[in-house]
């Protein structure tokens, strides 16, 4: 069986080598969100960075953030096709990059573009009841971002890289985009 994966953090700018073609897809029924603590990539147990995550509209409807009558949430993000023979090395070593929480799903994505036929693929997500799970307001989260450093690098470079690789896309996210805001806000701050 074929192994389609979808990214929509870190995986759209820095995937595996071995990861095969990719392109644009989205995923309906799911928003993504900086609602994952990082340890171990993007922050430290001293000082926690965040991730993305990819939460469910039923759980926005419980956290508040949306509600039933809305249009169901879209996420957009890159569908690599994985080729046979790396297939279950490349889904352990996933298994160990996104061990900080994050469970497998099997989702229907849909490629951009006309004429496309939708593919199931796997999606790594951190769900409501995970430990690392937390929802907290834009301030908050992007005070984080603007001082959180890991392994990985800081936590400010994995939201800029996201965020541009939604503008690449012609994509706009209000998350990403109120983040963005507000570091700008911090950045001004130390500017002063």
Known sequence: RTLYLFGY???CWKPQPEFGPS????ITGFQRRFAQRSYDH????ERPGWTVTCVADPDLEQLGLRTAADAPSETYGLCYLVPDEVAEQVLDDLDVREKGGYSRALVEVTPQGEGKEAVQAVLYTGLMDNPLFEDRSEEEVAADIF???GPSGTNLEYLENLAVFL???GVEDPHIEALMAEVE????????
């Open 9 to 11: 953090g870190s995986l």
């Open 23 to 26: 392109f644009v897809a989205s």
């Open 42 to 45: 993007r922050g430290t147990p």
């Open 147 to 149: 001082e959180a450093v």
């Open 167 to 169: 503008r690449d896309i």
């Open 185 to 192: 806000k911090l950045r001004d701050g130390n500017a002063s």
